[in-house]
């Protein structure tokens, strides 16, 4: 097995059975949302649909990006991706590198077989955007059908990978011109460690419209990158671990800044997620929930995991008197000293 594709089965195999997840929260908690008593509404009257990158979701809920290029890698993603077909949810693949590397791995990608109707998000890391360039970028976004194209920002949990990338330079400028030459959107995407508001006007400024904000609260990359280094790395890792801005604060800024915003990075509830979209997210997105369920319980884990999410999300917005997911912006919320803090 080639190293990017241990790699990959490694990082799976961590984040089911490890204590991978960053320890300072995602500051979610820290919103509070104020119950009304008397709503006026029936459950039946809740909507959750929206539309975003040109198709249906029954709810504003994706299955985030994990894996790609392995065989275990494909039996997950297919599966999931049957959940997000049977649920109305939306999905991502994770890295397309080793599929840039090794066109054979393409099929452990393709979920159109199974979830013709959902959208469908591409990935790739931004140092092999840059090192690839626009032409082969889009062929990969094509190979999978693909509605809109993740561009992955994982400096800290490179720089933690004993086999990781160094040099950042030009990135900016690669999603620059992919932004304006894709026929499909580009969003900018972190892996655990957030966006702050000055990246935020930089990606808005080289044509971004959309960014999945991937705060610090959920996996830790560099702790995961710790468990599978050696020494050194290993001290980095373990240092680094609780590097980055909360999903919370990350989702305020995204929204701020004026962009479509994804909010991603410890959400674990559908209380989470209704907590995400008040604070301005368009869509929340999980990955380790679904990928431990899957683990522990197969597609009907998954399954399960979906449906608990869906429901909850509907109670909340019942609960905060909310007919509509873009209503939960105008909901009453208390915030607490430490999200204000990030965000004042």
Same mark, same amino acid.
Request: hydrophobic share 50%; proline share 3%.
């Given at each position: 097995?080639?190293?990017?594709? &241990?790699?990959?089965?490694?990082?799976?195999?961590?984040?089911?059975?490890?204590?991978?997840?960053?320890?300072?929260?995602?500051?979610?908690? +820290?919103?509070?949302?104020?119950?009304? *008593?008397?709503? &006026?509404?029936?459950?039946? &009257?809740?909507?959750?649909?929206?539309?975003?990158?040109? #198709?249906?979701?029954?709810? $504003?809920?994706?299955?985030?990006?994990?894996?790609?290029?392995?065989?275990?890698? /494909?039996?997950?993603?297919?599966?999931? *991706?049957?959940?997000?077909?049977?649920?109305?949810?939306?999905?991502?693949?994770?890295?397309?590198?080793?599929?840039?590397?090794?066109?054979?791995?393409?099929?452990?990608?393709?979920?159109?077989?199974?979830?013709?109707?959902?959208?469908?998000?591409?990935?790739?890391?931004?140092?092999?955007?840059?090192?690839?360039?626009?032409?082969?970028?889009? +062929?990969?976004?094509?190979?999978?059908? !693909?509605?809109?194209?993740?561009?992955?920002?994982?400096? !800290?949990?490179?720089?933690?990978?004993?086999?990781?990338?160094?040099?950042? #330079?030009?990135?900016?400028?690669?999603?620059?011109?992919?932004? /304006?030459?894709? $026929?499909? $959107?580009?969003?900018?995407?972190?892996?655990?460690?957030?966006?702050?508001?000055?990246?935020?006007?930089?990606?808005?400024?080289?044509?971004?419209?959309?960014?999945?904000?991937?705060? *610090?609260?959920?996996?830790?990359?560099?702790?995961?990158?710790?468990?599978?280094?050696?020494?050194?790395? #290993?001290?980095?890792?373990? +240092?680094?671990?609780?590097? %980055?801005?909360?999903?919370? !604060?990350?989702?305020?800024?995204?929204?701020? /800044? %004026?962009?479509?915003?994804?909010?991603?990075?410890?959400?674990?509830?559908?209380?989470?997620?209704?907590?995400?979209?008040?604070?301005? !997210?368009?869509?929340?997105?999980?990955?380790?929930?679904?990928? #431990?369920?899957?683990? /522990?319980?197969?597609?009907?884990?998954?399954? +399960?995991?979906?449906?608990?999410?869906?429901?909850?999300?509907?109670?909340?917005?019942?609960?905060?008197?909310?007919?509509?997911?873009? &209503?939960?912006?105008?909901?009453?919320?208390?915030?607490?000293?430490?999200?204000?803090?990030?965000?004042?």
């Amino acid at each position: 097995m080639s190293g990017i594709l &241990e790699r990959k089965t490694s990082h799976l195999d961590l984040c089911v059975a490890e204590d991978v997840e960053h320890r300072g929260g995602t500051l979610l908690d +820290e919103v509070q949302l104020l119950h009304d *008593a008397l709503p &006026e509404l029936a459950l039946e &009257e809740v909507e959750l649909a929206t539309t975003l990158f040109g #198709r249906r979701l029954a709810a $504003p809920l994706f299955v985030s990006g994990m894996t790609g290029g392995t065989p275990a890698a /494909a039996a997950v993603n297919r599966a999931l *991706a049957a959940v997000a077909q049977k649920c109305g949810l939306g999905m991502g693949v994770g890295s397309q590198r080793a599929m840039l590397e090794r066109p054979e791995t393409a099929a452990t990608y393709r979920l159109r077989a199974v979830a013709p109707d959902i959208v469908v998000l591409a990935n790739l890391g931004a140092v092999q955007a840059r090192d690839g360039g626009a032409v082969r970028v889009r +062929e990969l976004v094509d190979a999978i059908e !693909a509605d809109a194209l993740c561009i992955h920002l994982n400096v !800290a949990q490179e720089l933690v990978q004993a086999e990781g990338d160094r040099d950042f #330079r030009g990135c900016l400028d690669a999603i620059a011109t992919l932004a /304006a030459t894709l $026929p499909v $959107p580009v969003v900018a995407k972190e892996t655990g460690c957030g966006l702050s508001p000055g990246v935020l006007e930089r990606l808005r400024a080289a044509g971004v419209a959309w960014v999945d904000v991937s705060g *610090a609260g959920g996996t830790s990359w560099t702790g995961v990158e710790a468990l599978r280094g050696p020494a050194r790395q #290993r001290g980095l890792g373990e +240092e680094l671990r609780e590097w %980055g801005i909360p999903t919370a !604060a990350s989702i305020v800024y995204a929204h701020r /800044a %004026g962009l479509g915003t994804i909010a991603s990075g410890g959400i674990r509830s559908g209380l989470d997620a209704a907590r995400a979209l008040a604070l301005g !997210a368009d869509a929340v997105a999980l990955a380790l929930p679904f990928l #431990r369920a899957y683990a /522990a319980g197969g597609i009907d884990g998954a399954l +399960e995991t979906a449906e608990r999410l869906v429901t909850a999300l509907r109670a909340v917005l019942l609960l905060t008197g909310s007919r509509r997911v873009t &209503e939960l912006r105008r909901a009453r919320r208390i915030l607490g000293p430490r999200l204000r803090a990030w965000i004042d």
